[in-house]
């Protein structure tokens, strides 16, 4: 089992910047590919951003490439959200997700989730 809880959501103004964190309790967090989603009010869940177990790869969804980037410290056994340039279409609840075997970009590859944190960006 893998436990996840994210932190640093909350509010921006669009253009301003927020730093979301997961920590990580239980097996070991370098076996893991870890990803961040998030869910708008009333839409599906979508990909945001990825990292291999290691840190040497990343992987982003276009709507926040260039904006967003995604890092981890497995000593830590943390993965960091950098946001940056943010808009208002950023307004979601951002969840953390932990997988063995997966292909990056779909959340049915993911065994472990967190609780989420809500980021609200103001216009």
């Known amino acids: 089992q893998v436990q996840l809880v994210e932190s640093g959501g909350g509010l921006a103004q669009a253009g301003g910047s927020l730093r979301l964190s997961c920590a990580a309790s239980?097996?070991?967090?370098?076996?893991?590919?870890m990803a961040w989603f998030r869910q708008a009010p009333g839409k599906e869940r979508e990909f945001v951003a990825a990292?291999?177990?290691?840190?040497?790869?990343?992987y982003y969804a276009d709507v926040v490439k260039g904006r967003f980037t995604i890092s981890r410290d497995n000593a830590k056994r943390t993965v960091y959200l950098q946001m940056n340039s943010l808009k208002p279409e950023d307004t979601a609840v951002y969840y953390c997700?932990?997988?063995?075997?997966?292909?990056?970009?779909?959340?049915?590859?993911?065994?472990?989730w967190g609780q989420g944190t809500q980021v609200t960006v103001s216009s």
């Open positions: 239980g097996r070991t967090f370098s076996n893991y590919v």
């Open positions: 990292i291999s177990r290691s840190g040497g790869s990343t």
């Open positions: 997700a932990a997988g063995s075997t997966v292909v990056e970009r779909v959340e049915k590859s993911y065994n472990y």
